[in-house]
T-cell receptor, first 114, second 118 residues
Framework: GEDVEQSLFLSVREGDSSVINCTYTDSSSTYLYWYKQEPGAGLQLLTYIFSNMDMKQDQRLTVLLNKKDKHLSLRIADTQTGDSAIYFC??????????????FGRGTSLIVHP | EAGVAQSPRYKIIEKRQSVAFWCNPISGHATLYWYQQILGQGPKLLIQFQNNGVVDDSQLPKDRFSAERLKGVDSTLKIQPAKLEDSAVYLC????????????????FGAGSRLTVL
């Protein structure tokens, strides 16, 4: 099965909060990331959290990490139409030799409607 | 700073033909990645280079895919012969340091090369 799992779709009204959830499997992940992909573009880093943290806030973005349950969430406050995109959760697992191997989920399509 | 450059942006070929994609990472980035993103799925790592050495290529279909990073800068990904299931976007990414020394491993992605195999 997938190492990183996300729900596929989320639809919200403009101005509401969006919460995108992710579960991962590897407890040795040191960092967890959220990337955003707009149509026809590559992935762009939004934010990341170190695994010994529970929460990180960055302007409209709040990341919550429950390491015990291996659950990560991204909350977007005051969601705007420009936030419509696919959001990917990713983990970095340290492989033998000390290198990071980034693994991505399937992505959650966020649709923001007026 | 300039981003990760990829070419071509689009390529249409028939099955059994060959294709090559080129990537120029951000200057100074030691680690380079090639990902395959099939429609509706997340990016799947094909190969990871540290400078000009291969770190991980366990998911690269080596019977048809090959990649190189000569001189530790630009990279090419080749598919020969192509199959229908190779239709995907091929994303190149780079990071400053892919090793677990300190800090997060932030990847910068190119816009991708979209391959359609008919």
């Amino acid at each position: 099965g997938e190492d990183v799992e996300q729900s596929l779709f989320l639809s919200v009204r403009e101005g509401d909060s969006s919460v995108i959830n992710c579960t991962y499997t590897d407890s040795s992940s040191t960092y967890l990331y959220w990337y955003k992909q707009e149509p026809g573009a590559g992935l762009q880093l939004l934010t990341y959290i170190f695994s010994n943290m529970d929460m990180k806030q960055d302007q409209r973005l709040t990341v919550l990490l429950n390491k015990k349950d291996k659950h990560l969430s991204l909350r977007i406050a005051d969601t705007q139409t420009g936030d419509s995109a696919i959001y990917f959760c990713a983990e970095s697992v340290v492989a033998s030799g000390g290198s990071y191997i980034p693994t991505f989920g399937r992505g959650t399509s966020l649709i923001v409607h007026p | 700073e300039a981003g990760v450059a990829q070419s071509p942006r689009y390529k249409i070929i028939e099955k059994r033909q060959s294709v090559a994609f080129w990537c120029n990472p951000i200057s100074g980035h030691a680690t380079l990645y090639w990902y395959q993103q099939i429609l509706g799925q997340g990016p799947k790592l094909l190969i990871q280079f540290q400078n000009n050495g291969v770190v991980d290529d366990s998911q690269l279909p080596k019977d048809r895919f090959s990649a190189e990073r000569l001189k530790g800068v630009d990279s090419t990904l080749k598919i020969q012969p192509a199959k229908l299931e190779d239709s995907a976007v091929y994303l190149c990414a780079s990071s400053l340091e892919g090793r677990a020394i300190s800090g997060a491993n932030v990847l910068t992605f190119g816009a991708g090369s979209r391959l359609t195999v008919l």
